[in-house]
């Protein structure tokens, strides 16, 4: 397995246009994260899924926002009309079930998005 | 509400010298606190765990420790190299909480 891989790395954008970054996470992880990053900060929660399911959204997801993890397996985060404070690295962690063991998170290389 | 704080200016040191790193929390009843690394550009990697029950945790030339009392955790690096310079981060967490929070993070610079 190769670790976490979003894709893709890069997107730029005009404001007013959609996008949608694909997450895919270590195989055998049922934990799915998502978070947006920007200069100086640390990254900030955006939602979280469980197998397919997703348990929590931050207020930061705005209704421009949709995740979904279809089958549990690879997710996608999609934004609408773009607006350029949405401008940040979006960062995909996947991690085993914390209930029967904690571990690590393990983190993508993120996403570049700039909003011109 | 629930806030984490890491030192907000950056580090600077000096080769094989010990750095350390502060993180202090408030309205968190945490029964693990993670520590992690990132390089510019890149996603955050995992480094220690350590739990509410330890005081101290060590790895290679890493310490971390962690007082519930304080609300704080300390993380050293100790003969600190160039190659140590980046953002460490810090993610207290309460149990069974799903949700991984960071702190800011405090960029270490290492001059050689």
């Known amino acids: 397995d190769t670790g976490v891989s979003q894709n893709p790395r890069h997107k730029i954008t005009k404001r007013g246009q959609n996008v949608t970054f694909r997450c895919d996470p270590i195989s055998e992880h049922n934990r799915l994260y998502w978070y947006r990053q920007t200069l100086g900060q640390g990254p900030e929660f955006l939602t979280y899924?469980?197998?397919?399911?997703?348990?929590?959204k931050s207020r930061l997801l705005s209704d421009r926002f949709s995740a979904e993890r279809p089958k549990g397996s690879f997710s996608t985060l999609e934004i609408q009309r773009t607006e350029q404070g949405d401008s940040a690295m979006y960062l995909c962690?996947?991690?085993?079930?914390?209930?029967?063991?904690?571990?690590?998170?393990?983190f993508g290389q993120g996403t570049r998005l700039t909003v011109v | 509400s629930q806030k984490i704080e890491q030192n907000s200016e950056a580090l600077n040191i000096q080769e094989g010298k010990t750095a350390t790193l502060t993180c202090n929390y408030t309205n968190y009843s945490p029964a693990y606190l993670q520590w992690y690394r990132q390089d510019p550009g890149r996603g955050p990697v995992f480094l220690l765990l350590i739990r509410e029950n330890e005081k101290e945790k060590r790895k290679e030339r890493l310490k971390v420790t962690f007082d519930t009392t304080l609300k704080q955790s300390l993380f050293h690096i100790t003969a600190s190299q160039p190659a140590d310079s980046a953002t460490y981060l810090c993610?207290?967490?309460?149990?069974?909480?799903?949700?991984?929070?960071f702190g800011k993070g405090t960029m270490l610079l290492v001059s050689p």
């Open positions: 993610a207290p967490m309460n149990s069974g909480y799903s949700t991984l929070t």
């Open positions: 962690a996947s991690s085993p079930d914390w209930r029967e063991a904690f571990t690590e998170a393990f």
């Open positions: 899924f469980q197998n397919e399911a997703q348990l929590e």
